[in-house]
């Protein structure tokens, strides 16, 4: 059974940091691309960033990019996403995913989710 977990999600101020990790188990972790996404209240989910199968490669979305580092573990089968500088707007619930295609954001090119974790940024 695929599972994804995430974890690390909490309360922060802005301009503070987190990292969220995703853990996998079910599936060749090595043999897929990777994604977090994310969802506010009363919003869809948008695509934040995605990691290649070795981890060489990587994409941002422009309201992330310079701030957001996404990366992996293929020997504990966990991703994480290290998010730095936190603003207001990056409230949300983070979303881990499994890629079917390389280079996708949308939602559509990912078939099995976390649950989430909760990134609240307040003062």
């Known amino acids: 059974e695929v599972q994804l977990v995430e974890s690390g999600g909490g309360l922060v101020r802005p301009g503070g940091s987190l990292t969220l990790a995703c853990a996998t188990s079910?599936?060749?972790?090595?043999?897929?691309?990777m994604g977090w996404f994310r969802q506010a209240p009363g919003k869809e989910r948008e695509f934040v960033s995605a990691?290649?199968?070795?981890?060489?490669?990587?994409f941002y979305a422009d309201s992330v990019k310079g701030r957001f580092t996404i990366s992996r573990d293929n020997v504990k089968n966990t991703m994480y996403l290290q998010l730095n500088n936190l603003k207001l707007e990056d409230t949300a619930v983070y979303y881990c995913?499994?890629?079917?295609?390389?280079?996708?954001?949308?939602?559509?090119?990912?078939?099995?989710w976390g649950q989430g974790t909760q990134v609240t940024v307040s003062s």
């Open positions: 995913a499994r890629a079917t295609r390389w280079q996708s954001s949308r939602t559509n090119d990912f078939d099995y």
């Open positions: 079910g599936f060749i972790f090595n043999s897929y691309a």
């Open positions: 990691i290649s199968w070795v981890g060489y490669s990587s």
